[in-house]
């Protein structure tokens, strides 16, 4: 029997899980944050996909906003991201870990931040070449501590950017000031061509924080990490499932793994192609809510992995093959699902065939 191999002549059907991502609303989220820092520009994070999302709809939307700088965390981050934008406007978070990662980005044109003094020496061994460097002003994670700010073996870098990241922007503490005074000190010891502190939540903290480049993720995809974003920014991300079979329930019914729910009256229910592997994690059994024609509907019973049914009662016009759009407003999601607005973001899966 001849078989057709799942390839370019045998296409896979569209997927019954879809992202859809509000181009608008995107760039109306980085023109708000570029005005919001003042006489900075913005640049954007795109780690991890850009925060989930996915980086070959968000990079285009935000390059034809303005944007002009990039983050990523890995190297191996870089080559999809190189379709959309400038290799030169590109820096890796993570720095080189390795030779092969310095010979990846001289190769490739992209900037790496170094954050140790080993980081530096592997640079330099490698060719060195126009660089960022991160400063650890009081988050123990990545970074050269101040100490080694005046290490011989910085000088003469082709410095770019030097960069530090504030711990809790997010909160008013006397943190955010300490991290402040230690980078204007690594301002003062490091020549650098630009400087960067600011991520989202560090935007709102005022032009002392904002440099000349800051870095904003969450905010650009629709979360609000301080009330100061709470009237400009707005949601980017619709999460979509389709409703693959709708069954009547009887009071007595029970309802999904361990039969966390039972049907208390006649339920007309939708059985959706959304489950825990796509990142609608089990925190959402009995709780999350789906739309549909201006309805909310509820979940019921335990999310699994490829599964979740819904209580179509409210909605007696939606059947199979309609599409429901997870109530997924990152301030609102966030605080039912316990789950951190970052998290809503990153944990969306693979499946969702993402479209803008
Ligand atoms: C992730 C990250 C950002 C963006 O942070 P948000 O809180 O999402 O705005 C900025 N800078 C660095 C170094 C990061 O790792």
């Known amino acids: 029997m001849e078989t057709t191999l799942p390839d370019d002549n045998l296409p896979s059907p569209p997927s019954p899980l879809r992202l859809r991502l509000d181009a608008q609303a995107l760039a109306d989220n980085w023109r708000a944050l570029d005005r919001m ?24 939307a935000l390059a034809a906003a303005g944007c002009r700088d990039w983050f990523v965390a890995h190297w191996q981050e870089v080559a999809e991201l190189l379709r959309h934008v400038p290799a ?11 030779d092969a990662d310095v010979a990846f980005a001289k190769a490739s044109g992209v900037r790496p ?14 060719g060195g070449g126009a660089c960022h460097v991160m400063v650890d002003t009081g988050m123990s994670r990545l970074g050269l501590p101040p ?14 950017m030097v960069m530090s990241h504030l711990a809790s922007a997010d909160e008013d503490t006397t943190q955010n000031a300490a991290q402040l005074a230690l980078f204007a000190q690594a301002r003062a010891a490091l020549p650098g061509r630009r400087y960067s502190l600011a991520n989202s939540a560090g935007i709102a903290l005022g032009a002392d924080f904002h440099a000349d480049l800051t870095r904003p993720g969450l905010a650009l995809y629709g979360g609000i990490p301080r009330r100061e974003f709470a009237t400009t920014i707005r949601q980017t991300a ?8 709708v069954r009547q329930l009887q009071a007595g019914d029970r309802i999904g793994y361990n039969a966390t729910h039972v049907a208390d009256r ?7 192609a959304l489950g825990y ?3 609608y994690l089990r ?14 509907l509820p979940v019921l019973g335990r999310i699994s992995m490829d599964l979740t049914i819904v209580d179509l009662t409210m909605a007696p016009d939606c059947g199979e093959g309609d599409w429901l759009t997870a109530a997924y407003d990152p301030v609102a999601a966030s605080a039912a699902s316990g789950l951190s607005q970052y998290e809503l973001f990153t944990l969306l899966g693979r499946r969702f065939a993402r479209f803008i």
């Open 266 to 272: 006649p339920i007309r229910a939708g059985v959706i």
């Open 238 to 245: 619709y999460p979509e499932a389709a409703v693959i079979q």
């Open 277 to 279: 592997a796509d990142g």
């Open 283 to 296: 925190c959402w059994s009995g709780k999350g809510r789906f739309l549909f024609g201006g309805k909310e």
């Open 88 to 98: 030169d406007q590109v820096a890796v978070l993570h720095g080189p870990i390795n």
């Open 37 to 60: 820092s003042g006489a900075a520009r913005a640049g954007a994070a795109v780690k991890a996909d850009a925060y989930g999302l996915g980086v070959a709809q968000v990079a285009p």
């Open 147 to 160: 100490a080694e700010l005046a290490d011989p073996a910085l000088d003469g870098l082709a410095i770019d």
């Open 113 to 126: 931040v170094l954050n140790s003094l080993a980081q530096v020496a592997r640079w330099r061994a490698g």
